[in-house]
């Protein structure tokens, strides 16, 4: 691979981690504010395969001799930058589990886009992993919603 190439996904590796790291970020609030245990327990989980995702991309970054984004990079991916606390608090839990749904389906979008870029194959087979990963949560989130709508439709007080 050429130096100029190496760069170009590089740079390609670190937008997706910056996403990455916003979606840790926005788990934290949706595990911190919702109510229901096994409904924190499953985005907790959730938000930790993400941190693993964000620890195999800074990792293969570093293998191609690049620097992982920081943490905190501020003009990250919009959509989940838009997940402001303010907007969480106050909100039920059926309402913070959709917010988590949009969120993995804009970064599926992301990372589709980061596969459809030139990556190097060892690149290309981490990031296509970490897209089915998420292709799971938004089931996993799908699923929720499903058990949390059946409960409140089913549960007899309407
Ligand atoms: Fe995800």
Redesign the pocket.
């Known amino acids: 691979m050429s130096d100029a190439s190496k760069r170009e996904v590089i740079k390609a590796l670190n937008a997706f981690l910056k996403g990455e790291h916003m ?1 840790i970020r926005s788990y934290d609030e949706f595990v911190h504010n919702v109510q229901d245990h096994s409904i924190k327990k499953e985005l907790a989980r ?1 938000q930790q ?2 941190k693993q995702h964000a620890a195999d991309i800074a990792r293969r970054i570093q293998e191609l001799g690049g620097k992982p984004q920081e943490s905190t990079g501020l003009a990250g991916i919009m959509a989940w930058a838009m997940m402001e606390v303010a907007e969480i608090t106050g909100q039920t839990d059926l309402d913070i589990v959709k917010r988590a749904l949009e969120g ?1 389906d804009l ?1 599926i979008k992301s990372a589709a886009k980061v596969v459809e870029g030139d990556l190097d194959p060892v690149s290309e087979k981490l990031v296509r992993q970490i897209l089915s ?2 292709q799971a ?1 938004l089931g996993a989130l799908r699923e929720l919603i499903n058990t949390y709508e059946n409960s409140i439709c089913c549960d007899g007080s309407n």
Do not use: N, V, Y
């Open positions: 979606a959730i395969e993400h993995e970064g990963a998420d949560h």
